[in-house]
């Protein structure tokens, strides 16, 4: 009797050890976009090849739309453990490292062809691992696309932003490019971009293409410039104490679908920006101002002092590595 209690103590112990053992890891991927979008589609393509690949060790649920954190919050929820995987614009790093700003410089990266050859390089890759005493491990970097100035009114000089109220991500840099035409820059949240602009609650914003589309943002706001004045990229982050909790094989084969979807959600930027430029053209709602090229060298001129501003925090020979991708 004792002999059978004891196997099948022995049996339920193994086959329970075995069911814990089992469970897939969650991982949630958190973001404030929608899934229309080359962040959006990358997470779907993300899930979809871990649920093909290996389903019986992970499981992939992605948020879109700030459903589960909006982006001043998520990086505090990963390191809490409360999600595993986000893709905040390179822009929203500032409360952990200083050097991710170089993104932020206005007039930087002539194209994106250049940010993909700055992020591609020996310094780009290196700026992966600056997060890493912050406890958070940066994958790869994902694109969106150039940013583009939206207003109430049309903005061809920087004489005419003086004054206007602009919402910006949270970004010291961002504040500085505002704050060098004149004008009024507001941190806020990306959820409530939409409704501050409705309300005129501010005059305008700056974003991608594929942004202003996907958020409806070109239904209020009646201008849009075609400035292309800096760069909307994306981090792709999980905290060190996730990924180190998964076996090397695992990790091995989440960053090889990472790759992969990121390579897609690239693909998808590419297309977006001219796509959904487009259909805003279509809709009419909003005009699209191009600049000359004399009125872009007056937003040059105005904006690029704030390189020498934060020079010293960025530093200057990642700059010059930057600078030296546009050619
Ligand atoms: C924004 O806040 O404007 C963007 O960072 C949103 C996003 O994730 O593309």
Same mark, same amino acid.
């Given at each position: ?103 932020? !410089?206005?007039?930087? #990266?002539?194209?994106?062809? &250049? @940010? ?6 020996? %310094?780009?890759?290196? $700026? =992966? ?44 840099? !961002?504040?500085?490019? #505002?704050?060098?035409?004149? &004008? @009024? ?6 959820? %409530?971009?939409?409704? $501050? =602009? ?130």
């Amino acid at each position: 009797m004792r002999l059978l209690a004891a196997a099948v103590t022995t049996l339920a112990m193994t086959f329970g050890a075995q069911a814990v053992m089992a469970a897939p890891v969650e991982l949630k991927f958190s973001h404030v976009v929608a899934e229309n979008t080359p962040k959006g589609q990358m997470a779907l393509k993300f899930k979809e090849l871990v649920q093909e690949r290996m389903g019986d060790k992970v499981v992939v649920e992605v948020f879109p739309n700030s459903q589960l954190f909006g982006d001043n919050k998520v990086l505090e929820a990963m390191l809490l453990g409360d999600v595993q995987m986000a893709a905040p614009a390179l822009s929203k790093f500032q409360k952990y490292t200083d050097v991710l700003q170089i993104f932020d !410089l206005p007039f930087l #990266f002539k194209d994106m062809a &250049a @940010v993909e050859r700055f992020q591609q390089g020996e %310094e780009g890759q290196k $700026l =992966l691992g600056s997060l890493r005493k912050k406890g958070l491990v940066g994958l790869g970097y994902l694109h969106n696309g150039m940013k583009q100035l939206s207003a109430s009114d049309p903005l061809q000089v920087p004489a005419d932003a003086s004054g206007k109220k602009f919402r910006i991500m949270t970004s010291d840099v !961002l504040q500085a490019q #505002f704050e060098a035409v004149d &004008a @009024v820059p507001l941190k806020k949240p990306f959820s %409530e971009v939409f409704t $501050l =602009l409705q309300t005129k609650a501010i005059d305008g914003q700056e974003n991608t293409w594929s942004n202003i589309y996907s958020k409806k943002f070109f239904e209020v706001q009646p201008y849009i410039t075609e400035s292309n004045h800096g760069v909307l990229d994306y981090l792709v982050v999980t905290s060190t104490e996730f990924w180190v909790s998964l076996d090397e094989p695992v990790q091995v084969e989440l960053k090889k679908a990472l790759d992969e979807a990121i390579a897609y959600g690239n693909d998808i930027a590419a297309k977006k920006t001219e796509e959904d430029k487009q259909q805003i053209i279509d809709s009419r709602r909003s005009e699209v101002l191009t600049l000359t090229a004399e009125q872009r060298a007056q937003w040059v001129e105005a904006m690029k002092p704030v390189w020498k501003q934060f020079e010293k925090d960025i530093g200057a020979d990642l700059i010059k590595a930057a600078e030296a991708a546009n050619q």
